[in-house]
C-alpha cells in the first residue's frame, strides 16, 4: 500500500449525496477527496423538482443525462396515477456523469475501494484497497451499505433485472401493487427497461432463487407482464436492501454521514436522488462548521435532530401509504408493513413539555449551523428562529420592552415590511407567546412563512 495522502475532507462514496456535497465544499473553499467506484445500474424515476435541484447545485453533466420524461402509470390504493411525468435515469450514466461535475469543480477523484477509516492522532487515516489518505472530517456517502441503524421500518428486499425489448418503447413508469409486495417498470425510450419487485426478505418464492421469484411477481402482475411481452433479460438479476432506516452516527468528531448513510427511505416513496440532494445541503453546512469554528456539539446535534425529524415525517407518510393500500389489499404484507412504520417512530419527537419558550440551538444560516435564540413549542420541537425573514425571540424582547403592537414602528425597528411583521406577530400570537389581545395591524391575515431552526 502506498503511503499516506492527506486532503481536508474525504468523502467515501460516488453517488448524488456524495457529489453534491464535495461540489458544495468546494465551492466554500474546502480541500475534498471523493473516494469511490460507481457501480449502481439501477434505473430511477426523477421528478421536475430533482431536475431544479440538479441545476441548482451546478451538477449540469448529471442533469444533461436525464434525457426526456416520460408517463407515469399505474395505480395506487384504487387511484390512478395518469397524468403524472418523470425522467428515467440510468444509474450508470448518471453516476458517471456526477463524476465529471466533480471533477469539474476541482474535487480530487480517487477511483478505488473503500476498506474503512480509523481514528489517527489528530487525523483520521481512510484506508483503501491501494492507498490511504489522512483527513480532519470524513463524509461517509456509502448508501444503505452503512449500518448501526437507530430504527428500522418493515425488513425489505428489492429484486431488479434490466431488460431488452426489440423496439425502442417510450419513456414511461409503471407501479403495480401485489398481494406479496409492489412492483415497479421503468422504460428508457431506447430499447431497454428495469424492473424492481418489492417484498418482505421472508417472501416464500424468494426460496427458489431470484430469476424464478421475478416469475411468479409478472404473473401476478399482468400490466407489467404485458409491458415485457417479447423482452429479453439482460445480465443476472440483483437483489438489493430496500428497507428504511435512520443510521444517525454523529457521536465522533469529524465524522459525518448523508444521503441514505443517514436516512434511508422506503423506495415507494421515488424520491431518493431528491432527499440525497437536500441531505447535501446540510452535510455541507456541518462540515464547513466544523472546519471553520472546531465545535462538534452544536453541529452533531442540528443534524442529528434534522435526521430524526425527517425519519418521522417520512416514516408516518409511509404508514399512511401502505395503510391505504392494506384497506384495498388487506394481504399480510401489507397490514404488517404498515404496522412495522407505525411502531418504528421516535416516541419523543415531538416531546416539548410546558409552555412554548426561547432557546439556544442550532440553526442552518446559510452555509453555516451556528447557535441562536429560538422559539420552541410542541409544534416545533427543533425551534422556529425566523419568519419572514424576522428573529422570533429578538421580536418577543421587544415586544415585552417597548409595550406596543404598532407595526409601522416595529417594521422600522427590524428593517423589515410591515407585512412582514404582521406575519411574525400573528405567528407568536397562535403559538402563546404574545396576549389574546394584541392588535396587529394591517396584513395580519396574510400567510405565514417560517423557516424553522433550519433554513432549507
Known amino acids: 500500500m502506498a503511503g ?90 448518471f453516476d458517471a456523469a456526477l463524476v465529471t461535475d466533480a471533477a469539474s469543480s476541482g474535487v480530487t477523484i480517487v477511483s478505488d475501494r473503500v476498506i474503512g477509516y480509523a481514528r489517527g492522532a489528530g487525523h483520521w487515516r481512510v484506508r483503501t484497497r491501494h492507498a490511504s489518505i489522512d483527513c480532519r472530517v470524513v463524509i461517509d456517502a456509502r448508501g444503505r451499505r452503512v449500518r448501526r441503524a437507530l430504527r428500522k421500518g418493515p425488513d425489505l428486499i428489492a429484486v431488479c433485472q434490466r431488460f431488452r425489448t426489440r423496439h425502442a418503447a417510450k419513456v414511461l413508469t409503471r407501479i403495480e401493487a401485489l398481494p406479496q409486495g409492489w412492483c415497479w417498470l421503468a422504460t428508457n425510450g431506447r430499447g431497454m427497461s428495469w424492473l424492481q419487485a418489492v417484498c418482505s426478505r421472508n417472501e416464500r418464492s424468494l426460496r427458489f432463487g431470484l430469476e424464478r421469484h421475478l416469475g411468479s411477481i409478472l404473473a401476478a402482475a399482468p400490466q407489467t407482464a404485458a409491458a415485457l411481452a417479447g423482452a429479453t433479460s439482460e445480465g443476472v438479476a440483483l437483489a438489493r436492501a430496500a428497507t428504511a432506516s435512520l443510521s444517525v452516527r454523529q457521536d465522533v468528531g469529524g465524522v459525518f454521514c448523508t444521503g441514505d448513510a443517514l436516512v434511508a427511505f ?12 437536500r441531505s447535501a445541503a446540510v452535510t455541507v453546512a456541518a462540515a464547513h462548521s466544523y472546519c471553520s469554528a472546531g465545535e462538534w456539539g452544536p453541529v452533531a446535534r442540528f443534524v442529528r435532530e434534522r435526521a430524526c425529524d425527517l425519519w418521522g415525517r417520512r416514516s408516518e407518510s409511509a404508514a399512511l401509504f401502505y395503510e391505504q393500500q392494506a384497506g384495498q389489499m388487506p394481504s399480510a404484507f401489507w397490514v404488517r408493513s404498515a404496522a412495522a412504520y407505525a411502531d418504528c417512530q421516535l416516541a419523543d419527537r415531538f416531546a416539548v413539555a410546558g409552555e412554548p419558550r426561547i432557546e439556544r440551538r442550532p440553526v442552518l444560516d446559510g452555509s453555516l449551523i ?19 425573514g424576522i428573529d422570533l425571540a429578538e421580536l418577543v424582547d421587544f415586544l ?27 405567528w407568536l400570537r397562535a403559538h402563546g407567546l404574545l396576549g389574546a389581545g394584541c392588535k396587529y395591524g394591517a396584513g395580519s391575515d396574510g400567510g405565514v412563512k417560517s423557516s424553522g431552526s433550519s433554513r432549507e
Open 4 to 93: 499516506a495522502r492527506g486532503a481536508e475532507i474525504t468523502i467515501l462514496g460516488s453517488g448524488p449525496a456524495a457529489v453534491a456535497t464535495a461540489c458544495g465544499l468546494r465551492r466554500l473553499g474546502h480541500e475534498v477527496s471523493l473516494i469511490g467506484v460507481p457501480g449502481n445500474t439501477a434505473f430511477e424515476g426523477v421528478s421536475e423538482r430533482t431536475l431544479a435541484l440538479l441545476h441548482q447545485w451546478g451538477l449540469a453533466a448529471a442533469a444533461d443525462s436525464l434525457g426526456g420524461a416520460g408517463e407515469r402509470l399505474g395505480s395506487w390504493a384504487g387511484r390512478d396515477l395518469a397524468g403524472n411525468r418523470e425522467y428515467v435515469v440510468d444509474r450508470a450514466h
Open 266 to 277: 422506503d423506495p415507494l416513496s421515488g424520491q431518493g436522488i431528491y432527499e440525497a440532494l
Open 370 to 388: 451556528e447557535l441562536r435564540r429560538v422559539v420552541v413549542t410542541a409544534q416545533s420541537p427543533r425551534g422556529v428562529w425566523q419568519v419572514d
Open 400 to 426: 415585552r420592552a417597548a409595550h406596543t403592537t404598532d407595526v409601522e414602528r416595529i417594521a422600522l425597528r427590524f428593517s423589515c415590511s410591515p407585512k412582514a411583521v404582521a406575519h411574525a406577530m400573528q
